[in-house]
């Protein structure tokens, strides 16, 4: 990201911008890695909810890539990854397939799904690929809950564990790691290049983008798969790591919890849901076990912040750190650690 | 004095695009804002007709201070504005769009009235009563949207651009039905590219450049001035 | 400078408005419009034959609701450009102020049966579900999008479909927090015999449903057609800077339009509390159903809601008896799938302007 401050990076700081982290970042990476070994973090109990943090916070970024970049909000984004963790979890079960190659069935199976439905969407406008992605996922989440020899339907899906069923969760902990920082680089990737740009000026302007030569029927598939395979990839980790699938994660309500903690993070920065799913997790979580008198207090919570981030805050939690960093960005450290 | 802009701001969010506008308008004139495009005459009658808000000045009507007032209430007042864009109700027919012009009158006498004046003013509006206003052409729009506004009975009429896209013999019959309107009373603000025509149906003029007033008085010697010949007419 | 483009445009509608019916009728029957509505009433008629006529019966029932929600949602797309994603919620919160309604009422009219009240009381039910929801509506838009509106107005419609998201969340939610995740129904409405119509007995509940459907429409039409408020709403949907300039209170339309969209599927969901308990997350399907109309019929597209409403109550009943129950999640997706790639304006090839510019 060039800025006026513009050092010419070298070493430590080379090979992290190669990863598309600033040395901020770095440090919050670290920090994941680290705390999980001590206690009370060490906990099971505790570390299960750090993996499915790092797991929607991954899909958060995938689904903000779509979203937050060409303007088209894949309200089915939950059946792709649900469709990446049966296929996964199936192609395993059924052919003994090792579980890395089984996960990138999930993912490609997913990007296929993601590529037809990027074509399709093409001549749409907004909303009506909106449409299009919500009743895909409905209908995938039917035909799931229908297809009963395959997927088991309702009674739900047994998958193997990565690690075997009485493996520790601190063992996830870094694999999980490893595919929040693959999803970040590939995305990352991608929208700091020029194919970035074009996917920016789709989502602004459709008729602009035209104008200036861009394609949009190419780049919307191009986004939309890749954010699809690894929608799908995650999924398929997920699959491996829970031990068992149920047809409801792919149901549109699974697609919110998604899109509010990208939106609660802030749109189009793709970071942003990934380090807001860590305290959303921890605090719906603490909602929940401590108010069980209360159930559903943990979404209503979700659906209060969504709304007054729409209003009065739409960019998010990044907004508000974009904001911070401009406002100290006359101290050297601050600019070290944000670029 | 009928509309007085003190002094006025206006813009659109962090775009200013009026600079200090003064312009005043008595009782039954017939006064014209004239300017190249761009120059903010369109900006400068959404602001006093309450479809923008000022970011300085005043603007009176009547005396009653209506500046940043919403639309529809400055409309209440007896200010009728026809925009650029006409604003038509295009799934409504020509007869349905007049009425609801007379929204804010409650004397079915009255509205009754007006739409005669109105068919006797434009008799195509009355031949194509029924038809449905998307489908008029675009001089039949214009006068629409033209019967639409006066139909209110408003004190003071807000025109934009009248004769941008019609034929030259399609702009005399406006221009003459603005005269009609204004000799029976009705005090006109006009905004026009057309310098040549409007001088010669408004009384008194301002030219508008890049936000500010620079020229301002009488249509004859503005006619007569060296900028507006070299600039607007063009010798 | 005339221009000779529209004016032969002109000159076709000229000539569209010199035909006679006959004509006009003929070109309606065979654009797609007219062949779905025909096609949906054969389909209909041929399944009543094979599988009986609770078809025909439930397509009627339940199509008539339907529309009306979908009119809602029509309303709110055309007047205030707004996706509403909590329009389910609803129907929801109909149904279930219905049930608290008819609780003391029940109880009433279990001891006299034969009172003004076993009458009356349902109706009076039905009403408090829908007046609740209007006034929902009513608070829905001056406590979230008003406040939207004054602050931010770029990405409009993607902005308040996330806020809708955010609206059916807190509804489905509040209510199973404050009234619980149980199924709460009544057995019936009206506790009087079936009537009998062709040998085919149809609770009283339903022909009731059906009648209160049919005088909604009538009374909406009417209201919107020769209402001043009606036609204010309609000039606010087609031009909302020269509804301002005529003097009308957008504002006020804005309070009137989510009242009655609200209060319509708080209607439906009243009315049909016989056959839809109520429970925190029964405004799924009538969510999705409203969605499959308008898609259907086209965004905005207020009239074509009503036959739209019936065809989608036909596709569901259809998809349940020779599929079975679990596929209509499934098929409609086909059917939406078609409609937004090859026919995006729908059926009756809406021009919806709004949704269009996006």
Same mark, same amino acid.
């Given at each position: 990201m060039a800025n006026e401050y513009d050092v010419q990076k070298q070493g430590i700081a080379k090979f992290l911008d190669y990863l598309c982290l600033t040395p901020l970042g770095a440090i919050g990476f670290l920090i994941l890695i680290i705390v999980p070994l001590f206690p009370p973090f060490n906990q099971d109990y505790l570390l299960r909810w750090f993996i499915l943090a790092a797991i929607m916070g991954s899909g958060a970024m995938a689904f903000d890539f779509s979203s937050g970049y060409i303007a088209v909000v894949n309200f089915g984004f939950a059946a792709f990854v649900g469709l990446g963790a049966y296929t996964s979890a199936i192609v395993a079960n059924k052919w003994g397939i090792p579980l890395p190659v089984a996960m990138l069935c999930g993912a490609f199976t997913a990007a296929l799904l993601g590529f037809f439905t990027g074509a399709i969407s093409l001549r749409m406008r907004g909303m009506f690929a909106i449409c299009l992605t919500w009743f895909i996922g409905i209908g995938l989440m039917g035909l799931t809950i229908k297809m009963v020899w395959l997927t088991r339907g309702m009674l739900g899906l047994q998958t193997l564990y990565f690690f075997g069923p009485e493996a520790s969760n601190i063992y996830y902990w870094y694999p999980v790691l490893g595919v929040a920082l693959v999803t970040w680089y590939i995305l990352k990737r991608m929208a700091r290049s020029h194919i970035g740009l074009a996917f920016k000026a789709i989502g602004q302007n459709m008729d602009a983008a035209k104008t200036s030569g861009i394609d949009p029927t190419r780049y919307r598939i191009m986004n939309f798969t890749v954010s699809c395979a690894l929608a799908g990839w995650i999924?398929?980790?997920?699959? /491996?790591?829970?031990?068992?699938?149920?047809?409801?994660?792919? /149901?549109?309500? #699974?697609?919110?919890?998604?899109?509010?903690?990208?939106?609660?993070?802030?749109? $189009? &920065?793709?970071?942003?849901?990934?380090?807001?799913?860590?305290?959303?997790?921890?605090?719906?979580?603490?909602?929940?076990? @401590?108010?069980?008198?209360?159930?559903?207090? @943990?979404?209503?919570?979700?659906?209060?912040?969504?709304?007054?981030?729409?209003?009065?805050y739409a960019g998010g939690m990044a907004q508000f750190f974009e904001y911070l960093v401009d406002k100290f960005k006359d101290n050297a450290t601050v600019r070290w650690l944000t670029t | 004095m009928l509309l007085e802009?003190?002094?006025?701001?206006?813009?659109?969010?962090?775009?200013?695009?009026? !600079?200090?506008?003064?312009?005043?308008?008595?009782?039954?004139?017939?006064?014209?804002?004239?300017?190249?495009?761009?120059? +903010?005459?369109?900006?400068?009658?959404?602001?006093v007709s309450g479809l923008l808000e000022p970011q300085g000045g005043e603007i009176l009507f009547e005396g009653d201070a209506i500046g940043g007032l919403e639309g529809h209430l400055v409309c209440r007042k007896g200010v009728a504005f026809i925009s650029e864009d006409l604003n038509l109700f295009v799934n409504m027919t020509v007869r349905e769009n007049l009425e609801m012009g007379a929204f804010t009158l409650k004397d079915p006498a009255k509205q009754a009235q007006h739409l005669e004046f109105v068919y006797e003013l434009f008799p195509r509006l009355y031949e194509r009563e029924n038809q449905f206003a998307g489908t008029l052409s675009g001089g039949e729009r214009?006068?629409?949207?033209?019967?639409?506004?006066?139909?209110?009975?408003?004190?003071?009429?807000?025109?934009?651009?009248?004769?941008?896209?019609?034929?030259?013999?399609?702009?005399?019959?406006?221009?003459?039905?603005?005269?009609?309107?204004?000799?029976?009373?009705?005090?006109?603000?006009?905004?026009?590219?057309?310098?040549?025509?409007?001088?010669?149906?408004?009384? *008194?003029?301002?030219?508008?450049? #890049?936000?500010?007033?620079?020229?301002?008085?009488? %249509?004859?010697?503005?006619? @007569?001035?060296? /900028?507006?010949?070299?600039?607007?007419?063009? /010798? | 400078m005339a221009n000779p483009a529209t004016e032969s445009a002109v000159d076709q509608i000229d000539q569209t408005i010199g035909e006679s019916f006959a004509q006009k009728a003929t070109r309606w029957l065979f654009s797609a419009g007219g062949i779905t509505v025909c096609l949906t009433i054969l389909i209909a008629i041929v399944a009543s034959i094979d599988k009986g006529p609770y078809v025909l019966v439930n397509t009627i029932i339940t199509g008539g609701m339907w529309a009306l929600m979908a009119i809602g949602l029509s309303l709110l797309f055309s007047v205030m450009n707004i996706a509403g994603f909590a329009h389910g919620e609803y129907f929801m919160a109909g149904s279930l102020t219905a049930y608290y309604?008819?609780?003391?009422? $029940?109880?009433?009219?279990?001891? @006299?049966?034969? %009172?003004?009240?076993?009458?009356? $009381?349902?109706?009076?039910?039905?009403?408090?579900?829908?007046?609740?929801?209007?006034?929902?509506?009513?608070?829905?838009?001056?406590?979230?999008?008003?406040?939207?509106?004054?602050?931010?107005?770029?990405? !409009?419609?993607?902005?308040?479909?996330?806020? &809708?998201? +955010?609206?059916?969340?807190?509804?489905?939610?509040?209510?199973?927090?404050?009234?619980?995740?149980?199924?709460?129904?009544?057995?019936?409405?009206?506790? =009087?015999?079936?009537?009998?119509?062709?040998?085919?007995?149809?609770?009283?509940? *339903?022909?009731?449903?059906?009648?209160?459907?049919?005088?909604?429409?009538?009374? =909406?039409?009417?209201?919107?057609?020769?209402? &001043?408020?009606?036609?204010?709403?309609?000039?606010?949907?087609?031009?909302?800077? $020269?509804?301002?300039?005529?003097?009308?209170?957008?504002d006020a339309v804005h309070i009137m339009t989510f009242a009655l969209s609200c209060g319509l599927a708080g209607l439906a969901g009243a009315s049909l509390l016989f056959m839809f308990p109520s429970y925190p997350t029964v405004g799924l399907m009538p969510l999705y159903n409203s969605w499959f109309i308008i898609i259907l019929v086209g965004f905005g597209n207020v009239v074509g809601s009503i036959p739209g409403g019936f065809m989608i109550a036909l596709f569901q009943v259809l998809t349940r008896t020779y599929f079975g129950e679990g596929w209509e999640a499934v098929i409609p997706v086909l059917l939406i799938s078609l409609i937004l790639i090859f026919k995006p304006s729908g059926i009756f090839a809406t021009k919806v302007r709004t949704v269009w510019d996006e």
């Open positions: 999924g398929a980790f997920y699959a /491996h790591f829970i031990g068992i699938l149920t047809p409801d994660f792919l /149901h549109t309500a #699974k697609t919110v919890e998604f899109l509010v903690i990208a939106y609660i993070g802030g749109r $189009g &920065t793709l970071w942003g849901g990934f380090a807001v799913s860590f305290p959303l997790i921890w605090f719906t979580e603490m909602l929940r076990s @401590n108010f069980d008198y209360l159930p559903g207090i @943990n979404l209503l919570v979700y659906g209060l912040m969504l709304i007054l981030i729409m209003i009065f | 802009i003190k002094s006025l701001d206006s813009g659109y969010g962090f775009l200013q695009v009026l !600079w200090d506008v003064s312009i005043y308008v008595e009782q039954g004139e017939f006064v014209a804002l004239i300017g190249p495009n761009g120059a +903010g005459k369109s900006t400068t009658l959404k602001t214009k006068m629409l949207a033209i019967g639409r506004g006066i139909m209110s009975g408003p004190r003071l009429l807000l025109v934009d651009e009248p004769s941008l896209g019609l034929a030259p013999q399609l702009t005399n019959e406006v221009f003459k039905a603005l005269k009609a309107l204004n000799a029976r009373g009705t005090t006109i603000l006009l905004v026009e590219q057309n310098v040549t025509k409007t001088l010669k149906t408004a009384s *008194r003029a301002y030219i508008l450049e #890049k936000g500010k007033i620079v020229l301002d008085g009488k %249509s004859e010697d503005l006619a @007569n001035d060296e /900028h507006v010949r070299k600039i607007y007419l063009g /010798h | 309604a008819m609780l003391p009422i $029940g109880k009433y009219t279990l001891d @006299n049966p034969e %009172s003004f009240m076993a009458y009356v $009381g349902p109706l009076i039910a039905i009403l408090a579900g829908t007046l609740m929801c209007a006034l929902l509506g009513i608070i829905t838009e001056r406590l979230v999008f008003k406040q939207l509106r004054m602050r931010n107005r770029e990405g !409009w419609l993607l902005n308040c479909f996330l806020i &809708t998201i +955010g609206l059916s969340i807190i509804f489905q939610n509040t209510h199973q927090l404050a009234f619980g995740a149980d199924f709460k129904g009544i057995l019936a409405y009206w506790d =009087f015999p079936s009537v009998s119509i062709f040998d085919v007995y149809i609770s009283m509940d *339903r022909v009731c449903a059906f009648f209160i459907a049919m005088l909604t429409m009538i009374g =909406f039409y009417i209201f919107m057609m020769f209402s &001043t408020a009606g036609k204010t709403i309609r000039a606010v949907s087609q031009d909302e800077e $020269g509804a301002r300039m005529v003097g009308i209170s957008v």
